[in-house]
């Protein structure tokens, strides 16, 4: 039998999530996105559906974003400063 989890995956264990929705074709397009607390480079965007209203989105991706956290109340953040962004 394969192996599930990969050991390269355990970062995903204490990654911040965070959703995305866009518009794609008049359909919402709702993706989670997985941010690693360490390392902040380290992102995975995970397309998990879409939907006919923007606000049925929104309910899908808060539901699933708190499913998939590992702490549900959203302490586990990115140092936004990581980020090495000139607005310039």
């Known amino acids: ?8 995956d355990t970062w995903l264990l204490d990654a911040e999530v965070q959703y995305k929705i866009k518009e794609v074709k008049s359909r919402w397009e ?5 941010m690693d607390t360490k390392d902040p ?8 559906g879409d939907y006919r ?6 309910i899908y991706a808060v539901n699933i ?3 998939a956290a590992k702490d549900a109340r959203g302490t586990q953040k990115v140092n936004k400063n990581a980020y090495n962004i000139n607005n310039n």
């Open 53 to 58: 209203s923007k606000r049925l989105a929104e």
């Open 41 to 48: 480079k380290h992102i995975l965007i995970q397309k998990i």
């Open 1 to 8: 039998m394969k192996k599930r989890n990969k050991p390269e």
């Open 30 to 34: 709702v993706s989670l996105v997985f």
């Open 65 to 67: 974003m708190k499913t």
